[in-house]
């Protein structure tokens, strides 16, 4: 019944959105760009809100679709952003069966304290506390009753569902997305793997007295259940409580934003969840500064020799400003699709640089990411001749790189929640510098460096022409477009008028009627065609 429901829900949206796109196609541009997007944002608030009613893997999905922003406006990611990972608790009689059924015995009988009242329940699972026979308080985590029988079910009805998006919508590809979506879920339900990811995690960080990774207590652990030592902490998004202590929040930012540039650079392992229910705060004491402490290794993910090639490579060619070079590494990495004009991006990425040309490499990064606004605008595919439709296909976050968009989007969203005046790019400049190298060479080589970016600055016009001359070219085709579509028009009323005669003289007003709202209707996009084309 889940997967029938789900493919209704879905056939009924994609229906709603092909009659909001076919019958707005005649609109003046503004007008249509509205009412798309107040159709589209309805649309990802109604998704959101079925995930939430389905839970399940329905709420990771929707977190998931948070960092696909290749397909999704800021705004609409936002909505599925806000999904929460919560779940209504199961009762202790179901998740004892998890208990039973790894260890042979009730938790009381392993157990001097086990707390039958959830501490969280999340989708999957859910933590309970207790405390071992040696008096130490542990955090127990339990996958729900069914899970695995009720991924599988799931699993299949977003497949048929990506099917029936790619038949609607042939440049909507979420295949890629749900291979990796599938593998991120299957390994969040293995606990095993879930512990060895955090006694790894905890040797990374054995040396670095502020950041806390809980340790594993082996003889409760199991596939299904996870059992490790209880942090007692301050949750990074309870904001009062946090200024109640008296903790700095600007400090408390600026240590999660240096952990994560420590993790993918120098660790080349990082904790690819960090939302606010995974990470803690503990306060200073005499002995200690403060704390950050990382619970729930459920997604992790390893950086890969390739994937810092290719970050050192970007970086390099960001400070340099080579446009070329960054088309060439996007098609290399797979962000832009090999079918990709790779004159046409060049013309693209060029026209930007022209607006931003005149930041200095410091501007960078004083720039707040999540107040930049949008980059790429709607003004600039129609110069260099690309539609929404081609970018979307042709730019794509290739799968290996979902969970560090993720994560990365996911941080900075906490970081400014924390302390909005807080700037990544300056916390985490000491790390990448370390890591890319400075850049040498004295005198000589700054004023080359500096020679080769105004020669760049005063080549963006000649840069820029070959797109505006596709552009004229797109525009002519465009007005013949619409001329034809005018012609089509007014032929179509002047039949419909005829056939409202006819009618009239031999079947009567009612049918008549009809033909006569048919012939209004054509002459009505007649004339909002020829307002756009005289505009």
């Given at each position: 019944?889940?997967?029938?429901?789900?493919?209704?829900?879905?056939?009924?949206?994609?229906?709603?959105?092909?009659?909001?796109?076919?019958?707005t196609?005649?609109?003046?541009?503004?007008?249509r760009?509205?009412?798309?997007?107040?159709?589209?944002?309805?649309?990802?608030?109604?998704?959101?809100?079925?995930c939430?009613?389905?839970?399940?893997?329905?709420?990771?999905a929707?977190?998931?679709?948070?960092?696909?922003?290749?397909?999704?406006?800021?705004?609409?990611?936002?909505?599925?952003?806000?999904?929460p990972?919560?779940?209504?608790?199961?009762?202790?009689?179901?998740?004892r069966?998890?208990?039973?059924s790894?260890?042979?015995?009730?938790?009381?009988?392993?157990?001097?304290?086990?707390?039958?009242?959830?501490?969280?329940?999340?989708?999957?699972?859910?933590?309970?506390?207790?405390?071992?026979?040696d008096?130490?308080?542990?955090?127990i985590k339990?996958?729900?009753?069914?899970?695995?029988?009720l991924?599988?079910?799931?699993?299949?009805?977003?497949?048929?569902?990506?099917?029936?998006?790619?038949?609607f919508?042939?440049?909507?590809d979420?295949?890629?997305?749900?291979?990796e979506?599938?593998?991120?879920?299957?390994?969040e339900?293995?606990?095993?793997?879930?512990?060895?990811?955090?006694?790894?995690?905890r040797?990374?960080?054995k040396?670095?007295?502020?950041?806390?990774?809980?340790?594993?207590?082996?003889?409760?652990s199991?596939?299904?259940?996870?059992?490790?030592?209880?942090?007692e902490?301050?949750?990074?998004?309870?904001?009062?409580?946090?200024?109640?202590?008296?903790?700095?929040?600007r400090?408390?930012?600026?240590?999660?934003?240096?952990s994560?540039?420590?993790?993918?650079?120098?660790?080349?392992f990082?904790?690819?969840?960090?939302?606010?229910?995974?990470?803690?705060v503990?306060?200073?004491?005499?002995?200690?500064?403060?704390?950050?402490?990382?619970?729930d290794?459920?997604?992790t993910?390893?950086?890969t020799?390739r994937?810092?090639?290719?970050?050192?490579r970007f970086?390099?060619?960001a400070?340099?400003?080579?446009i070329p070079g960054?088309?060439?590494?996007?098609?290399?990495?797979?962000?832009?699709?090999?079918?990709?004009?790779?004159?046409?991006?060049?013309?693209?990425?060029?026209?930007?640089?022209?607006?931003?040309?005149?930041?200095?490499?410091?501007?960078?990064?004083?720039?707040n990411?999540?107040?930049?606004?949008?980059?790429?605008?709607?003004?600039?595919?129609?110069?260099v001749?690309?539609?929404?439709?081609?970018?979307?296909?042709?730019?794509?976050?290739?799968?290996?790189?979902?969970y560090?968009?993720?994560?990365?989007?996911?941080?900075?969203?906490?970081?400014?929640?924390l302390?909005?005046?807080?700037?990544?790019?300056?916390?985490?400049?000491?790390h990448?510098?370390?890591?890319?190298?400075r850049?040498?060479?004295?005198?000589?080589?700054?004023v080359?460096?500096?020679v080769?970016?105004?020669?760049?600055?005063?080549?963006d016009?000649?840069?820029?022409a070959?797109?505006?001359?596709?552009?004229?070219?797109?525009?002519?085709?465009?007005?013949q477009?619409?001329?034809?579509?005018?012609?089509?028009?007014?032929?179509?009323?002047?039949?419909?008028?005829?056939?409202?005669?006819v009618?009239?003289?031999?079947?009567?007003?009612?049918?008549?009627?009809?033909?006569?709202?048919?012939a209004?209707?054509?002459?009505?996009?007649?004339a909002?065609?020829?307002?756009?084309?005289?505009?």
């Amino acid at each position: 019944m889940r997967t029938l429901a789900t493919l209704i829900f879905t056939l009924r949206l994609l229906l709603v959105s092909a009659v909001v796109y076919n019958s707005t196609r005649f609109l003046p541009a503004d007008v249509r760009s509205r009412l798309r997007y107040q159709a589209t944002r309805r649309g990802a608030a109604r998704i959101a809100d079925y995930c939430l009613a389905k839970g399940g893997i329905f709420l990771k999905a929707a977190q998931y679709l948070s960092t696909v922003s290749n397909l999704f406006d800021t705004e609409f990611t936002e909505i599925f952003a806000g999904v929460p990972d919560r779940a209504e608790a199961r009762p202790y009689e179901e998740i004892r069966y998890r208990f039973q059924s790894e260890f042979g015995r009730e938790p009381e009988a392993m157990l001097l304290e086990f707390d039958r009242k959830p501490l969280a329940a999340a989708s999957l699972g859910q933590v309970h506390v207790g405390r071992t026979k040696d008096g130490r308080k542990v955090a127990i985590k339990l996958l729900h009753p069914n899970m695995e029988t009720l991924i599988r079910q799931d699993l299949r009805a977003l497949r048929y569902v990506v099917r029936l998006i790619l038949w609607f919508y042939s440049h909507l590809d979420f295949r890629g997305h749900l291979s990796e979506f599938a593998n991120m879920v299957q390994l969040e339900i293995d606990y095993e793997n879930e512990a060895e990811s955090m006694r790894r995690a905890r040797d990374q960080w054995k040396d670095e007295p502020r950041i806390i990774v809980p340790a594993v207590i082996d003889e409760l652990s199991r596939s299904t259940v996870l059992t490790t030592e209880y942090i007692e902490g301050v949750s990074i998004n309870d904001l009062d409580r946090l200024d109640r202590l008296g903790i700095n929040r600007r400090t408390v930012a600026e240590l999660l934003l240096e952990s994560y540039a420590r993790m993918v650079l120098s660790h080349r392992f990082y904790h690819a969840d960090p939302h606010p229910g995974n990470i803690f705060v503990i306060p200073s004491n005499s002995l200690h500064p403060i704390r950050l402490a990382f619970v729930d290794f459920g997604a992790t993910q390893d950086v890969t020799e390739r994937t810092l090639t290719l970050l050192r490579r970007f970086l390099q060619l960001a400070r340099a400003r080579d446009i070329p070079g960054m088309v060439d590494l996007a098609l290399e990495s797979e962000m832009l699709s090999p079918e990709a004009d790779r004159e046409v991006y060049t013309n693209l990425f060029e026209l930007i640089h022209a607006r931003y040309g005149s930041f200095k490499v410091e501007d960078y990064y004083r720039i707040n990411p999540v107040r930049f606004g949008r980059v790429i605008k709607i003004r600039d595919l129609q110069t260099v001749g690309l539609r929404l439709r081609e970018v979307i296909a042709q730019i794509k976050l290739p799968r290996r790189y979902i969970y560090l968009g993720r994560t990365i989007t996911m941080l900075i969203s906490q970081a400014m929640r924390l302390d909005d005046r807080v700037n990544v790019f300056l916390v985490a400049k000491p790390h990448v510098d370390r890591y890319i190298g400075r850049r040498r060479g004295g005198v000589l080589q700054f004023v080359k460096a500096r020679v080769a970016n105004a020669a760049a600055l005063l080549d963006d016009r000649r840069r820029v022409a070959p797109a505006l001359s596709r552009y004229d070219e797109m525009m002519n085709r465009r007005m013949q477009h619409r001329i034809a579509t005018e012609l089509a028009l007014g032929g179509m009323a002047v039949a419909m008028g005829a056939l409202t005669t006819v009618l009239y003289i031999f079947q009567g007003d009612r049918p008549a009627i009809y033909a006569l709202y048919g012939a209004l209707a054509c002459l009505a996009f007649y004339a909002l065609s020829a307002l756009r084309r005289v505009r």
